[in-house]
């Protein structure tokens, strides 16, 4: 069982920068590593989206077109920490972001989910 806890999220002008982090606790068996990570993000009154995703050892990322060229996924398996650097951000990037942790890379669903945490782009 995995436990992720978001950070970093908060108010930000369109145009700036976030880094957020999901920081994880393994709690039985595997280890951070053995792990895909992944980001999505849900606006107020949207299904939840697909942000961006990092194989267990950091070698594979993928990104939505709409982040692709301003957001950066990346991991810290010695910190257990994986991050997204989010920058050039626009209005529409407004979201919670969430976490998640799956076993498979190139089929990712979340078999485990942090609680989100809140990114609001002001124009």
């Known amino acids: 069982q995995v436990q992720l806890v978001e950070s970093g999220g908060g108010l930000v002008q369109a145009g700036g920068s976030l880094r957020l982090s999901c920081a994880a606790s393994?709690?039985?068996?595997?280890?951070?590593?053995?792990?895909?990570k992944g980001w999505f993000r849900q606006a107020p009154g949207k299904e939840r989206e697909f942000v961006a995703r990092?194989?267990?050892?950091?070698?594979?990322?993928s990104y939505a077109d709409s982040v692709k060229g301003r957001f950066t996924i990346s991991r810290d398996n010695a910190k257990n920490t994986a991050y997204l650097q989010m920058n050039s951000l626009k209005p529409e990037d407004t979201a919670v972001y969430s976490c998640?942790?799956?076993?498979?890379?190139?089929?990712?669903?979340?078999?485990?989910w942090g609680q989100g945490t809140q990114v609001t782009v002001s124009s």
């Open positions: 998640a942790a799956d076993s498979n890379y190139g089929v990712f669903r979340g078999d485990y």
């Open positions: 393994v709690v039985s068996g595997r280890t951070f590593s053995s792990y895909a």
């Open positions: 990092i194989s267990s050892k950091g070698a594979r990322t």
